[in-house]
């Protein structure tokens, strides 16, 4: 397990291959985890670093800030620390919104930028996200832990059963994100999806000079897929790949289109 000290805390990180660096990063409740087979495919090419955010996986959750701004403050501290100049980052869900923020944020760290079903506007998030983003639930935490512990060991069995509508084999995503359900404190589980809730790039990504990739399924149940065409109308030269058997996670559904078309972004944008 790598790891490195940033200014708030310990990021974990997993690496692997050789050649041109490239950043994966997670969605919310999710981990590296989510990239174990990516980081395999693509480190045939490139040197794959997939990294947990603050508070979630292995990463260090003693910062108060686990808001998408500061997940790219991280991602960019990450940069520095491992020494790379510049690199694409692909992001998944929540990641892809870090990684879209990091492109305007830090334009000269970015080569490429690849969103997998990641909310531009945090209004695309379907209803069940949005009730997690309530912000009544942090004043119930607060004033009843008795209630949030049983919510804890509800959400286990929940996430094992809810993840058959999300994924092809749910069964395997339910292990994963009840592993990384049962890591992760109110702090980023609660602010992470709250600040996301309120997050829209719209009026910023006109800023976004770089190639873009941007992957959703038809089937999206997490966020709506139709995302892809305000990709499509704010950043006029991007690319859209369109997944009619897919969901929320084409990496899981379509592993081997996923993939290739992954690849042939990195290399030919």
């Not at 869900?93 to 690849?114: F, I, N």
């Not at 998030?125 to 004033?143: I, Q, S």
């Not at 006109?206 to 499509?232: C, F, M, T």
Request: glycine share 8%.
């Amino acid at each position: 397990m790598a790891t490195l000290t940033t200014e708030q805390g310990i990021v974990h990180y997993e690496a692997y291959g050789r050649g041109r660096p490239v950043l994966l990063l997670h969605g919310w409740l999710n981990s590296w985890a989510l990239w174990r087979n990516s980081i395999e495919l693509l480190g045939r090419n490139f040197r794959t670093y997939a990294l947990d955010f603050f508070g979630f996986g292995d990463s260090d959750a003693r910062t108060e800030d686990f808001s998408v701004a500061n997940f790219g403050s991280m991602v960019n501290q990450f940069m520095d620390r491992m020494g790379i100049i510049k690199a694409p980052l692909i992001g998944h869900s929540m990641g892809g919104t870090v990684a879209l923020s990091v492109s305007m944020r830090y334009p000269e760290k970015v080569v490429k930028v690849g969103v997998v079903g990641s909310p531009i506007q945090g209004s695309s998030l379907r209803p069940l996200l949005r009730v997690a983003a309530y912000r009544g639930w942090a004043e119930l935490a607060e004033a009843s832990p008795v209630l949030y512990d049983l919510f804890q060991k509800g959400f286990t069995p929940f996430l094992r059963g809810y993840s058959h509508f999300l994924a092809r084999d749910g069964k395997a995503l339910g292990e994963m994100l009840s592993a990384d359900a049962a890591k992760l404190a109110f702090g980023p589980f609660w602010e992470s999806i709250n600040t996301l809730r309120n997050t829209d790039l719209t009026p910023h990504l006109s800023q976004v000079s770089v190639p873009v990739l941007a992957v959703y399924g038809k089937r999206d149940n997490i966020v709506d897929p139709k995302q892809h065409k305000i990709v499509e109308t704010y950043i006029p030269h991007s690319r859209i790949a369109w997944f009619e058997n897919s969901g929320h996670f084409p990496m899981l559904d379509e592993p081997e289109r996923f993939h290739d078309t992954l690849l042939d972004f990195l290399h030919n944008g």
